[in-house]
């Protein structure tokens, strides 16, 4: 007797006649999806723990790979910056909360330029430092190891002037002779820029005094007399500009110097040796920064506002050049030759040693 006629004999008695064929392959479909729909759950299962233990067993995958990355080997890292538009990838960093997913607390300290923060990182006061490059080209050349790591800033027109008080008679560079002018350090690459506008003038080094003054210092300088006109860099250009404190002379970044790389992070050759892990977070982090500005320049309008404490409105005039992730050797190329050119270094610069692997 076949199942289905068992089925029909059971519930005869039950059920009107003309109900019983209808009931029995009623329950017959069910019955028969109920074990079609538990085959197709066993396949699923069994897909996917194949899978499983071949991803598992793919060959040549590292055992490592799987694992959580190692921590870095120091958790606060303190970072010399100007207090300028060109640290601002550091600061959009921190707004955002990088350093902190990368297991970092980054300080910032400020300095006056690349000059004075070689000290401080040669005596392991700060890890990292903002550099002009042409600084570190010549440090190194005096005996120095460091290194740059990554990129930061480059020039755009406007981003540096020099300046005069609005009352200033003088006009041109050629007017400067005799005149006192504020750099922040004696040194470096904006020093290098300005000396080839006075040599443009017809001046040198020798008509002129320059006075060491830190960025945010420099137009009250010019307002006390105590300096003659300033190397400004944004956004205290735009500052002196709109609140009718600086006239313009000229743009020291022009010509040989147009649209130069300005600004860089550097460490000495041992801090990058003992601490390879935290110096990969640090860039992991300031690359994220820096692609997040050349998506929305405006982070570095809202950063600037936070640490050199000018107000929103003279940020959004302010010119910000560009903050390039990857740094271009032909540039830094640039660099190097300029600053032998103006006798700032005595040999080529061996850009081998200069950058950092994987700067």
Request: glycine share 8%.
């Amino acid at each position: 007797m076949t199942w289905l006629g068992d089925q029909l004999g059971r519930i005869a008695e039950d059920m009107p006649e003309r109900d019983l064929a209808t009931r029995a392959f009623e329950a017959h479909h069910r019955r028969r999806r109920n074990v079609m729909a538990l085959a197709a759950a066993v396949v699923v299962v069994v897909v996917v723990l194949a899978a499983t233990v071949g991803v598992r067993a793919l060959p040549g995958e590292p055992r490592a790979a799987v694992r959580p990355a190692q921590p870095p080997e120091r958790s606060v890292v303190k970072v010399g910056v100007v207090a300028s538009v060109e640290s601002a990838p550091v600061f959009v960093a921190l707004g955002q909360g990088y350093f902190k997913e990368e297991g970092l607390t980054v300080v910032p300290q400020i300095v006056s330029g690349a000059a004075a923060a070689a000290p401080e990182l040669d005596l392991g006061r700060l890890d990292l430092a903002q550099t002009d490059y042409a600084s570190l080209f010549r440090m190194n050349e005096g005996g120095k190891s460091f290194q740059i790591v990554s990129g930061l800033h480059r020039a755009a027109p406007g981003s540096f002037a020099i300046a005069v008080h609005p009352r200033s008679r003088t006009r041109t560079v050629a007017d400067l002779r005799r005149k006192k002018i504020a750099v922040p350090n004696l040194t470096g690459l904006g020093p290098l820029a300005l000396e080839a506008a006075l040599k443009r003038a017809g001046l040198t080094y020798r008509d002129v005094l320059l006075v060491e003054t830190p960025y945010p210092e420099m137009l009250l300088a010019m307002d006390k007399g105590q300096v003659d006109a300033a190397l400004l860099v944004e956004p205290y250009v735009t500052v002196g500009r709109e609140t009718g404190r600086a006239r313009i002379v000229e743009d020291p970044m022009t010509r040989g110097f147009a649209n130069l790389y300005t600004a860089g992070m550097s460490a000495t050759d041992r801090w990058i040796r003992e601490n390879p892990r935290t110096l990969a977070a640090f860039r992991r982090a300031l690359t994220k920064a820096q692609h997040l500005i050349a998506t929305d320049p405006r982070q570095v309008r809202d950063a600037l506002t936070t640490y050199t404490k000018i107000t929103g409105a003279a940020a959004a005039q302010a010119e910000i050049g560009t903050f390039p992730a990857e740094l271009d050797l032909a540039e830094l190329q640039r660099i190097a030759d300029l600053a032998r050119a103006h006798r700032f270094i005595a040999r080529p610069a061996d850009l081998g040693t200069a950058v950092a692997e994987g700067g």
